[in-house]
């Protein structure tokens, strides 16, 4: 207690990754964000190691489509390539060495959904509702309704599995829904959404005395059951 320890840390220069990103006509990519993860021998996440994530925004294309990356360890990476308006990259046994070559990664435009949330009770359009798309890995797209209803969901995955979109507005049931999708096609859907119910009350003990902070959970019964 009141001694103070000196600490003295060696930090070791990272190897530098560069490239460009371009769209399906060749045209330079800008906010396009980067992800790259080890893999292979040795890719558990080690002490040493900060990992890159998108939640940190570490890299992302400028103006002219391009990135650099330099706090990497030599080894193999997967890198994504995410961008809001083209379908997600992903490549694998990226190399990153002491000379490793620049990345050159062409974007597609993928799938597109274009439709409108309701409510299922009145047809009135829903504005301010919520949808997200699944993606490659942890990823999403997500995309608002406007005043009128309406949405667009652009670069989604196409050519495997039909993409699942979750829809949510307050006051109405969450709708899953899967939609197959095709490279540079849109695909028209809409989604009414049921109004929720509203349940209210008190949790009480077995003197009659009240349990603050209880979780109370409401499932729906099948049709039929008492």
């Known amino acids: 207690p009141g ?10 220069p990272g190897l530098g990754l560069k490239g460009i990103v ?4 060749g045209e330079p990519v800008s906010g396009a964000k980067i992800r790259l993860t080890p893999t292979g021998t040795g890719a ?8 890159i994530s998108f939640d940190a925004d570490k890299i992302t294309t ?30 694998n046994d990226v190399r990153v060495g002491h000379t490793s070559d620049d990345l050159q990664l062409k ?12 409510d299922a009770s009145s047809g009135k359009p829903l504005a301010g ?12 797209k997500d ?3 406007q005043e009128d209803g309406t949405f667009v969901l652009a670069g989604l995955q196409t050519g495997g599995r039909p993409v699942s979109v979750n829809v949510t507005s307050e006051g109405f049931a969450r709708l899953r829904r899967e939609v197959k999708t095709e490279e540079g096609r849109e695909v028209e859907e809409s989604f009414d959404l049921q109004p929720t119910g509203l349940v209210a009350g008190r949790v009480v003990n077995s003197a009659g005395d009240g349990i603050p902070g209880a979780r109370v ?3 729906k019964c099948a049709e039929g059951a008492g």
């Open 217 to 219: 959970m409401a499932k």
């Open 107 to 118: 974007l597609t435009h993928g799938g597109r959904i274009r439709g409108h949330v309701t």
């Open 3 to 12: 001694q103070t320890q000196n600490l003295a840390f060696t930090l070791k």
């Open 22 to 25: 371009t769209g399906p006509g």
């Open 44 to 51: 558990a996440p080690r002490k040493d190691q900060v990992n």
């Open 62 to 91: 400028d103006d002219q489509g391009e990135f650099i990356a330099d706090t990497l360890e030599e080894g193999s990476y997967m890198l994504i390539c995410w961008h809001q308006d083209y379908q997600t990259l992903r490549k």
């Open 143 to 145: 995309a608002v309704t």
């Open 129 to 140: 509702a919520r949808l997200s798309a699944t993606d490659v890995a942890d990823l999403h």
